[in-house]
């Protein structure tokens, strides 16, 4: 059985987010922990599984200014927001494994000369992925020191 409460860099090591982070929780009054005789804050089991709560919800998209209005949700809504969620999150690891498993496949080919048929080629593609290339191109061009150039058939970094 855990400790009944925690420290805030206990609280922070646990869930690996900042100090910081669970600073600006407070301040924005979405994770308000009890503070000892010296003031130290103290996190409680509830406060624990509030932040787990928070950082669902931040991971789902939701904004920090909304988080407080989900919160208010009844058990029944937050469940089935999580459910939605969770049904997401498993239909993009098929996808990604199934990208993988074509990335494996792909370096077998070029390695071993392995067949690969053309169907094989595009397994775990899709056209919402190959959509959103071009949004996901221009910070990957940016950390590369390079620019984006114009949307043509293939988006290439230009160095």
Partial sequence: MGASSYT???????????????????????????RSANGYRRYSTADVDRLQEILLLRHMGIAVQDIAQALSSTRDERKNALVRHLDSLKSERKRLDD????????????????????????????????????????????????????MTRTARCSI
């Fill in 8 to 34: 805030i860099g206990k609280i922070a090591a646990i869930s690996g987010v900042s100090t910081r982070t669970l600073r600006f929780y407070e301040e924005s009054g979405l994770l308000v922990p009890s």
């Fill in 99 to 150: 990208l993988i498993s074509t990335v494996e496949r792909t370096i077998e080919h070029l390695e071993k000369g392995t067949p690969m048929s053309n169907k094989a080629k595009f397994e775990g593609m899709n056209s919402s992925l190959l959509a959103t290339t071009s949004a996901h191109m221009e910070p990957r061009c940016a950390n590369a020191g390079a620019t984006t150039p114009p």
